[in-house]
């Protein structure tokens, strides 16, 4: 079975693992159950000022 596995390639490099997590980091609360517009909102705007720091760096 792991020999029929494809090797995904992202622009000529290996792909890393997703970072999928369950559990949510703002709430704490599991992901797939309750409203988390407000978490994925908080953590839109964090990604976006992580960015603009690497980008400045």
């Known amino acids: ?3 029929q596995r494809r090797n995904l390639r992202l622009r ?3 792909m890393r ?3 999928l997590n369950f559990m ?3 709430c ?3 992901r797939a159950h309750g409203n988390h517009t407000k978490c994925s909102k908080l953590r ?4 976006v000022e992580r ?3 690497e980008k400045g760096l």
């Open 17 to 19: 693992p997703l970072d």
């Open 24 to 26: 949510c980091n703002r």
């Open 12 to 14: 000529g490099t290996p």
């Open 1 to 3: 079975m792991t020999d």
């Open 44 to 47: 839109q705007v964090e990604s």
């Open 51 to 53: 960015r603009a720091r």
């Open 28 to 30: 704490n609360k599991l």
